[in-house]
């Protein structure tokens, strides 16, 4: 798989931290700084295919990313 996306990652610049807020935290400013991010497609189809649990990728929540992975798992076995 191809990551050169990661270069590119706007996370890089900022504290990591950030993107995995305790259970309760706010995951506002990761958030804010994925919708500035260029390669937020690929960061977002990358945290999909390999089925990543923890932490705010392409600008979503685990939550939210945990039901991307669903559906997409749901898509391949149909
Ligand atoms: S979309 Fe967010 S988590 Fe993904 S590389 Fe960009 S800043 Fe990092």
């Given at each position: 798989m191809?990551?050169?996306?990661?270069e590119?990652?706007l996370?890089q610049q900022t504290?990591?931290a950030l993107?995995?807020?305790?259970p309760?935290?706010?995951?506002?400013?990761?958030?804010?700084?994925c919708?500035?991010?260029?390669?937020?497609?690929?960061?977002?189809?990358?945290?999909?295919?390999?089925?990543?649990?923890w932490?705010?990728?392409?600008?979503?929540?685990?939550?939210e990313?945990r039901r991307l992975?669903r559906?997409?798992?749901a898509?391949?076995?149909?």
């Open positions: 191809n990551d050169a996306w990661r590119d990652a996370c504290d990591p993107f995995h807020p305790e309760g935290g706010t995951t506002i400013p990761a958030k804010r700084t919708m500035a991010c260029p390669v937020r497609r690929e960061c977002l189809d990358y945290a999909i295919d390999t089925g990543q649990h932490g705010i990728w392409g600008g979503v929540s685990q939550n990313l992975v559906v997409a798992r898509e391949v076995a149909a």
